[in-house]
């Protein structure tokens, strides 16, 4: 059992990156093979449209021909069972950074003959959002946004599941920060109280197969 994990947020201490280190634990636990990926560590683009993955005769068609640091993670992702995605929320869309690694890793895998699959594997995808939106915002405003953005990993054969974690607190000290508009104690409060559980329960979907 091999798993991927991805962390499509710069901070690698914060809340995204414990939400997969603890997600890494459970995977271990559970006795599979782990690779760590921090993309803000790497240098690569999204899909430049060379159109290589397109070309007839070509003899691995869900190859990414287009050559970057990230190259050698879409092939380790395509090689999975298992795809563990972290990103924070950033105006109201995952990271950049992860967008361009959507890019890479699905367009191969789709045909434009039959706007379907090619992908012969099957790849169940996790993802971990974090925001400082609330859960009851998330769920009026980027549930159904998130659900469509995220639904193209239907390509990799497996389910797809998103897991929000929300009001999340972005400093250790909200007086060192000019964020008065932020209710910083509050955050702060639900970092002791509810975070814990959502690291426990990122362990659990890690532990899961
Ligand atoms: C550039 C930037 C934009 C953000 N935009 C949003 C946003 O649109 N909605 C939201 O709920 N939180 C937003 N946030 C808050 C982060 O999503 C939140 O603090 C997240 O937990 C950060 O993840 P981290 O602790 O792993 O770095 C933004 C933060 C930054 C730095």
């Known amino acids: 059992m091999k798993t991927v994990i991805v962390n499509g947020g710069p901070r690698k201490e914060w809340n995204t990156a414990q939400l997969l280190q603890s997600a890494k634990r459970g995977a271990e636990a559970a006795g599979s093979e782990i690779e ?3 993309l803000y560590d790497l240098s690569y683009s999204g899909c430049r449209s060379c159109l290589a993955c397109k070309r007839k005769g070509v003899s691995n068609p869900c190859r990414c021909f287009f050559m970057d640091e990230l190259s050698p993670v879409i092939e380790k992702v395509h090689q999975a069972d298992r795809l563990i995605i972290g990103s924070p929320i950033y105006f109201g869309e995952p990271t950049g950074q992860l967008r361009c690694f959507l890019e890479r890793v699905l367009f191969p895998t789709l045909s434009y003959n039959s706007f379907s699959s ?14 400082g939106e609330t859960r009851e915002s998330y769920d009026r405003i980027y549930k ?4 469509a953005y995220f639904a193209p990993f239907r390509s990799f054969n497996g389910t797809v599941s998103i897991h929000p974690v929300c009001d999340t607190a972005q400093v ?3 007086s ?7 209710a910083g104690t509050r955050k702060l409060a639900l970092h002791e109280t509810e975070f814990p559980t959502m690291l426990r329960q990122a362990f659990e979907i890690g532990q899961r197969f």
């Open 36 to 38: 760590y990926v921090e």
């Open 144 to 147: 159904e946004k998130m659900e």
């Open 118 to 131: 090619i992908f012969t594997g099957k790849i169940d995808v996790d993802v971990f959002l974090t925001m």
């Open 172 to 174: 250790k000290d909200y």
């Open 176 to 182: 060192e920060y000019e964020m008065t508009g932020i």
